[in-house]
């Protein structure tokens, strides 16, 4: 992950394990067959996709790379990585070309994605492949509400006026990939039904512990139970329980590219 989400706790993280790994397997499911080389997991967190890849690609060395402590030692328990690296996945360079680079739920976090995809691509050992899934939710009242309940709250510190959703549309990154092989994109959304029983809105325990992270790395202890307060208020409005169940859909995009040989 980017290095603001180092305090990332694979604990909470770990709460919603099963909605946040299908989209995984159904990326992973999509993959080609490679050319000789390693398998990486690019912002492999706390390794919910390492025995899936183990597994897909017996007898390849499997290196995580996340720039988390906490998530990497948590991804060393699964034993499923030959290697792993505390790195910047923005500035991550392997030692030797990979036949993959798979990664799952992390480039969102970064920039500039029409630098960095073509950069990971170039990484690539040739005919070698890159699969990426993203979430594609920043539009959505669950993502909308946090940057508005941020600045209804403190505007003196959160000011959005320039924000733009991180990862692009569908037909600007066939665009920006063409040249360096045929992407295969496409976007799904999962109609998510979560349990309304616990702390706080469901909503809320599902976004805590990651699109709420940037925000919540800025306030105080106290601060934050204020935040969350206001944020669960705004979501009942937009997601109300109906017979103790909350529908929440989420949009995630699939990117798949072979490196031309």
């Given at each position: 992950?980017?290095?603001?989400?180092?305090?990332?706790?694979p604990g909470t993280y770990a709460k919603f394990r099963d909605l946040r790994l299908r989209p995984a397997l159904d990326l992973l499911a999509q993959v080609p067959e490679l050319p000789d080389g390693d398998v990486i997991d690019l912002g492999c967190g706390n390794g919910p996709v390492g025995a899936a890849l183990k597994t897909r690609f017996?007898?390849?060395?499997?290196?995580?790379?996340?720039?988390?402590?906490?998530?990497?030692e948590a991804a060393d328990q699964t034993g499923m990585y030959d290697d792993l690296q505390l790195q910047d996945i923005a500035t991550w360079n392997p030692d030797t070309a990979p036949a993959l680079i798979f990664s799952n739920a992390a480039l969102h976090w970064l920039p500039d994605h029409d630098i960095l995809l073509p950069g990971l691509v170039r990484l690539l050992a040739l005919n070698g492949v890159l699969?990426?899934?993203?979430?594609?939710?920043?539009?959505?009242?669950?993502?909308?509400?946090?940057?508005?309940?941020?600045?209804?709250?403190?505007?003196?510190?959160?000011?959005?006026?320039?924000?733009?959703?991180?990862?692009?549309?569908?037909?600007?990154?066939?665009?920006?990939?063409?040249?360096?092989?045929?992407?295969?994109?496409?976007?799904?959304?999962y109609v998510q039904v979560l349990d309304a029983a616990g702390q706080g809105h469901p909503v809320r325990r599902f976004t805590i512990s990651t699109a709420a992270q940037p925000i919540l790395a800025k306030l105080s202890?106290?601060?934050?139970?204020?935040?969350?307060?206001?944020?669960?208020?705004?979501?009942?409005?937009?997601?109300?329980?109906?017979?103790?169940?909350?529908?929440?859909p989420f949009l995630r995009q699939f990117c798949i590219l072979r490196k031309k040989g």
């Open positions: 992950m980017a290095d603001h989400t180092d305090n990332w706790n017996a007898g390849r060395r499997l290196i995580g790379v996340d720039s988390s402590s906490n998530m990497l699969a990426v899934q993203m979430p594609r939710q920043f539009e959505a009242p669950s993502h909308v509400l946090l940057r508005q309940c941020a600045t209804d709250l403190w505007p003196d510190r959160f000011d959005w006026h320039s924000y733009a959703p991180p990862v692009l549309p569908p037909e600007k990154l066939v665009n920006i990939l063409s040249p360096m092989g045929k992407p295969d994109i496409w976007e799904a959304s202890k106290a601060e934050q139970v204020e935040f969350l307060m206001h944020y669960d208020t705004a979501l009942t409005m937009a997601y109300p329980v109906l017979d103790g169940k909350v529908i929440f």
